[in-house]
């Protein structure tokens, strides 16, 4: 599968959560080889809140909803993804459950990397393992001072 028309994307999202990886084309293709890559169609649920899944997802294209459920303030749609935007990154980083649930709402070409093989990865190549944690760690924070700011209580 061709990695480009994700890494155009990636490079095109204009966001404050945006995912601002520094890869080579190189680097990109190596770093497809541990990803895989899946269609969504509209109303799937990508991720459901309460699992415990180590998988982070990169959205090629589409438009994909995330949103909690209970009573909890943040019982409502927290964002709105684009293509470029990266997805379920906490699970990457430990085994604690989904804080929201994200829904296709066009159809949607994700690549997923799971928690195995981001291993893999960092045993083999650990500068690019380096690079997305220090990547997706940027994005972490960015939504929870987002989510701060807004006073959605983070869990």
Same mark, same amino acid.
């Given at each position: 599968?061709?990695?480009?028309?994700?890494?155009? /994307?990636?490079?095109?999202?204009? /966001?404050?959560?945006?995912?601002?990886?520094?890869?080579?084309?190189?680097?990109?293709?190596?770093?497809?080889?541990?990803?895989?890559?899946?269609?969504?169609?509209?109303?799937?649920?990508?991720?459901?809140?309460?699992?415990?899944?180590?998988?982070?997802?990169?959205?090629?294209?589409?438009?994909?909803?995330?949103?909690?459920?209970?009573?909890?303030?943040?019982?409502?749609?927290?964002?709105?993804?684009?293509?470029?935007?990266?997805?379920?990154?906490?699970?990457?980083?430990?085994?604690?459950?989904?804080?929201?649930?994200?829904?296709?709402?066009?159809?949607?070409?994700?690549?997923?990397?799971?928690?195995?093989?981001?291993?893999?990865?960092?045993?083999?190549?650990?500068?690019?393992?380096?690079?997305?944690?220090?990547?997706?760690?940027?994005?972490?924070?960015?939504?929870?001072?987002a989510n701060l700011a807004r006073q959605v209580p983070v869990t």
């Amino acid at each position: 599968m061709d990695i480009f028309p994700l890494a155009q /994307a990636v490079q095109s999202l204009n /966001a404050d959560d945006a995912w601002r990886v520094r890869l080579s084309a190189d680097q990109w293709r190596v770093l497809a080889q541990y990803l895989t890559r899946h269609e969504i169609l509209p109303g799937d649920l990508l991720v459901k809140q309460g699992d415990t899944d180590r998988t982070v997802y990169l959205l090629e294209q589409g438009t994909m909803q995330v949103f909690a459920t209970g009573n909890s303030p943040a019982g409502h749609r927290l964002a709105i993804l684009r293509p470029g935007a990266v997805v379920g990154e906490p699970g990457l980083f430990g085994d604690a459950t989904r804080m929201a649930n994200v829904e296709a709402m066009t159809r949607c070409a994700v690549w997923a990397l799971r928690g195995p093989r981001f291993e893999e990865l960092a045993q083999r190549v650990p500068a690019l393992a380096i690079e997305l944690l220090r990547s997706l760690g940027g994005v972490m924070a960015a939504r929870m001072r987002a989510n701060l700011a807004r006073q959605v209580p983070v869990t």
